[in-house]
């Protein structure tokens, strides 16, 4: 504050003249007397001041002095110094599933306004949310900051953690805070835990077929945290109809509900549960069966070996007629299927198959196929001589002769295994239906799982599509909103269901003590708007009192 | 409803709103009159048949045509002078209230007390069986007609002087002397004022000229004694309408109170020579009190 302000000065000093004529105004009080001779002739008192004083004491005067100060002070341009937390801060705020309910995203970035007001910058913003982003760079502008919180916006998936987002800034920040739901236990960062609403969940969902194969049974799993009973309604659709039961849940706990669902067959199913709360997305869980079979031709000889680690590595079934994957085990493939293959000691148009040799030392390139398989256990005696078309890749080696290669041409995809197996101890070892499961990953890719979260990218095998809101979608797919999505591939439908993370249905967890300590800053505010709005009333009072007395 | 021979006046509300019960009760008790006994007979009032008694008042000498049974004998066998007896009749002499009814008796409570004391007065007088009425005044006398003793003149008597507002302006030498014309006959007139206006002696004289028997109630406020107000104050004259402003403290106050003072001893010694019963009586007391004072003091 600062009264080097002439107009202050003068303003203050025009209530002189206002409590001069107060007190030259004459503030007679009339007597009615009997005899007015009486007192003729009868010479006036000399006033005592405090008389005087206390005569022309009026509430007026003390609200138009009041007015005229304050407006002064208000001219003198004063400033407020209020105690600050110093240093640069980080906001991270908590974008995930849970902070999706209703009113949360208000509170947070209320939150995130409190501190940036209650802090001196320089500030940056971090939306923490699955994938982490950035809301505003460092800046010491409070107006940018402030700006850059109201591009908050929560989404559906998972929180990651806070490590990823705090990753977003290359230099540690001194001063982290986190504004949350659900608190996490990371040391040196303040937290501000914003309450959640009451919720009412299904915590989990699932569907089984009976042990007879007749019909299903639904395993749904409810919370309530309300503070109070609930009489919740549960409702399971399927596409041969609906079924309900109702629990009376009691408030802070979990109830299992297993519900008999008859009819036909199906493969997405949708569990409901009402009434509906602040958090709605919890409220409806969805889930669907996997369809994905993989469909296989075999040609050759058996290999119960080679079948076994088959099974062990996806759902397969022996099919004559559009089969996802062609097998061929010690024979010669007289033209090339159209479809991946697998040549185990065997041939085709493409890998002309040679004579049968002794197979040197085994060697290994660096390949992430080779994950988890000790190529050194490996023990092989022969090995087939083959032929490889340009563009293969070697991932073992026989002495000089390739053992196992990948190739990827215009007819599809192709894994050789040339090493006769009838002389090696692979099928023996645990490391060879690892070595199967990864190249059969590889020859086809598998179908993502029936179930999924919000925001968890998954990569379609090559011919599949999911049905979404925005269209046909191919290849790579992160799914947005919860929900059942239909899957279009070759061999048939079938259909993914979507919900929101387990997580941001379950309690928070309780926040930790916080020990951080932050320096401190003096900043100034403004305080003349606070004045000038203080002068309304006091003006309002004086305007009253004055038409009360008659003008 | 009770006469006046069992000592209550009537159940009246004007009588309610002057006097209390209890007040009615203690002048009903009372034997005082304002015909005070001269007789041997004892307790006893004048007589005032008329024609009943003659007294002997006065010897004149004697003129052709006097009645000769009127002549003292007496007196001419001693000194041989003719001289006539002259006897006077008693008669009753009745009372009139006369009451200032002006704008500064409103000031204070001074018109209640005298309205309640001009009540108490006509009550002993109707309880006396004495006539009376009561006449208030402020620029003019409101002459109500002749007095009279019935117990209508009682109930006449207080419902007006329930009614009286305190307004208009005092004429107290007019209004005396206008009533000194108009009574029919000689009585006792009670003049109930502040007597803070001039001419106030004109006024009692024209009375006593009037044969009247007459006494100056004088009432005043605590107000008119002791102005408790001080400090800067616009004094307003309630009948002359006009004001002055004055800074009021100790010694202007002690200037008025011996003003006061002396306007009192004008009015004392006006009362002294024209042989005038004076009282002085403050609003704040009691009205019954002061008409048992005025009833015991006054010899008219």
């Given at each position: 504050m600062s009264f080097a302000q002439p107009w202050a000065w003068l303003w203050l000093c025009a209530v002189v003249p206002v409590i001069i004529l107060y007190f030259l105004r004459r503030k007679?009080?009339?007597?009615?007397?009997?005899?007015?001779?009486?007192?003729?002739?009868?010479?006036?008192?000399?006033?005592?001041?405090r008389e005087r004083l206390r005569q022309r004491l009026d509430l007026l005067l003390f609200l138009q002095i009041l007015a005229m100060i304050l407006f002064a002070f208000s001219l003198s341009q004063p400033q407020a110094s209020f105690p600050r937390p110093s240093g640069a801060t980080l906001l991270v705020l908590d974008g995930s599933a849970s902070t999706s309910a209703r009113g949360m995203s208000e509170k947070i970035v209320a939150a995130a306004r409190k501190v940036v007001e209650?802090?001196?910058?320089?500030?940056?913003?971090?939306?923490?949310?699955?994938?982490?982003?950035?809301?505003?760079?460092a800046t010491s502008s409070r107006e940018e900051i402030l700006r850059a919180l109201a591009r908050y916006r929560p989404n559906l998936s998972r929180r990651p953690e806070l490590a990823q987002a705090l990753a977003l800034f290359p230099e540690p920040w001194p001063r982290v805070v986190v504004i949350t739901d659900n608190p996490p236990t990371v040391p040196g960062v303040e937290l501000v835990?914003?309450?959640?609403?009451?919720?009412?969940?299904?915590?989990?969902?699932?569907?089984?077929?009976?042990?007879d194969g007749a019909r299903y049974e639904a395993f749904v799993r409810v919370r309530n945290d309300q503070k109070r009973y609930c009489d919740a309604q549960i409702r399971v659709r399927t596409e041969a109809g609906e079924f309900w039961t109702s629990r009376l849940l009691p408030p802070n706990e979990e109830e299992e509900v297993i519900l008999p669902l008859s009819g036909t067959p199906t493969q997405a199913f949708v569990a409901e549960l009402l009434p509906s709360d602040d958090f709605p997305w919890d409220n409806t869980r969805y889930f669907a069966f996997s369809s994905a079979e993989l469909r296989v031709a075999w040609q050759g000889e058996e290999d119960r070996y080679l079948w076994a680690a088959l099974r062990a590595a996806a759902p397969v079934a022996q099919a004559e007629e559009d089969?996802?994957?062609?097998?061929?085990?010690?024979?010669?493939?007289?033209?090339?299927?159209?479809?991946?293959?697998?040549?185990?000691?065997?041939?085709?148009?493409?890998?002309?198959?040679?004579?049968?040799?002794?197979?040197?030392?085994?060697?290994?390139?660096?390949?992430?196929?080779?994950?988890h398989v000790d190529v050194e256990r490996f023990r092989l005696s022969e090995i087939y001589a083959l032929e490889f078309p340009p563009g293969a890749t070697v991932l073992l080696w026989a002495g000089d002769l390739p053992l196992l290669a990948l190739w990827e041409g215009p007819v599809g995809r192709r894994a050789v295994f040339a090493g006769k197996l009838k002389t090696s101890n692979l099928p023996l070892l645990p490391d060879f239906p690892i070595l199967i499961r990864n190249i059969l990953g590889w020859l086809v890719p598998p179908e993502p799982a029936p179930v999924l979260e919000v925001g968890q990218a998954v990569t379609l095998p090559p011919g599949v599509e999911v049905i979404s809101e925005q269209g046909q979608t191919s290849g790579l797919w992160m799914p947005e909103r919860p929900g059942i999505y239909e899957l279009r591939r070759p061999a048939g439908q079938g259909f993914l269901a979507v919900n929101v993370p387990w997580e941001a249905s379950q309690p928070p967890t309780p926040a930790p003590p916080s020990e951080v300590k932050t320096g401190e800053a003096i900043s100034e505010r403004p305080l003349w708007p606070w004045i000038l709005l203080a002068l309304g009333p006091v003006l309002l009072v004086e305007a009253v009192l004055h038409e009360r007395r008659g003008g | 409803m009770a006469?006046?021979?069992?000592?209550?006046?009537?159940?009246?509300?004007?009588?309610?709103?002057?006097?209390?019960?209890?007040e009615l009760a203690l002048l009903a008790r009372t034997r005082l009159s304002l015909h005070h006994p001269r007789g041997i007979s004892p307790g006893g009032h004048l007589s005032r048949r008329t024609g009943a008694s003659l007294e002997f008042a006065d010897h004149r000498p004697y003129q052709p045509g006097d009645d000769l049974r009127l002549v003292d004998w007496a007196v001419y066998a001693r000194h041989r002078k003719l001289v006539t007896k002259v006897f006077s009749r008693e008669v009753e002499a009745p009372l009139y209230v006369l009451l200032d009814a002006s704008r500064s008796m409103g000031i204070g409570g001074k018109l209640r007390f005298s309205a309640r004391l001009a009540a108490a007065l006509c009550f002993l007088a109707f309880r006396s069986g004495d006539r009376f009425g009561v006449y208030p005044f402020r620029e003019?006398?409101?002459?109500?007609?002749?007095?009279?003793?019935?117990?209508?003149?009682?109930?006449?008597?207080?419902s007006q002087l329930a009614s009286l507002t305190a307004e208009g302006r005092t004429d107290l030498a007019g209004?005396?002397?206008?009533?000194?014309?108009?009574?029919?006959?000689?009585?006792?007139?009670?003049?109930?004022?502040?007597f803070l206006a001039l001419g106030f002696a004109d006024g009692l004289k024209a009375l006593r000229f009037?044969?009247?028997?007459?006494?100056?109630?004088?009432?005043?406020?605590?107000?008119?004694?002791?102005?408790?107000?001080?400090?800067?104050?616009?004094?307003?004259?309630?009948?002359?309408?006009?004001?002055?402003?004055?800074?009021?403290?100790?010694?202007?106050?002690?200037?008025?109170?011996e003003a006061l003072a002396r306007w009192n001893h004008s009015l004392a010694e006006t009362c002294q020579e024209l042989q005038v019963t004076q009282f002085l009586f403050l609003a704040e007391g009691s009205p019954v009190g002061a008409a048992l004072e005025v009833v015991r003091r006054w010899q008219p």
């Open positions: 007679e009080q009339d007597w009615p007397v009997s005899a007015l001779f009486l007192w003729e002739g009868i010479r006036p008192d000399r006033p005592l001041f209650e802090s001196a910058g320089p500030w940056a913003a971090v939306l923490w949310q699955d994938p982490p982003s950035l809301l505003g760079g835990v914003i309450d959640r609403p009451e919720n009412l969940a299904i915590t989990a969902f699932s569907v089984r077929p009976t042990p089969a996802d994957l062609v097998v061929a085990v010690e024979t010669q493939l007289a033209e090339e299927p159209p479809c991946p293959l697998l040549l185990w000691m065997a041939g085709s148009p493409l890998f002309p198959r040679g004579e049968a040799q002794p197979a040197g030392p085994l060697r290994a390139a660096p390949s992430s196929f080779l994950a | 006469g006046p021979g069992r000592g209550t006046a009537d159940g009246s509300p004007a009588v309610g709103e002057l006097l209390s019960p209890a003019h006398l409101e002459y109500q007609g002749r007095p009279l003793r019935r117990k209508t003149a009682l109930i006449r008597a207080f209004s005396l002397a206008h009533a000194a014309q108009t009574f029919p006959e000689p009585g006792l007139c009670l003049v109930i004022s502040d009037g044969r009247h028997s007459v006494a100056a109630v004088q009432v005043l406020a605590r107000e008119d004694v002791a102005p408790a107000l001080t400090g800067e104050v616009r004094l307003w004259d309630v009948e002359e309408r006009r004001g002055k402003p004055l800074v009021l403290g100790r010694s202007a106050q002690r200037a008025y109170q």
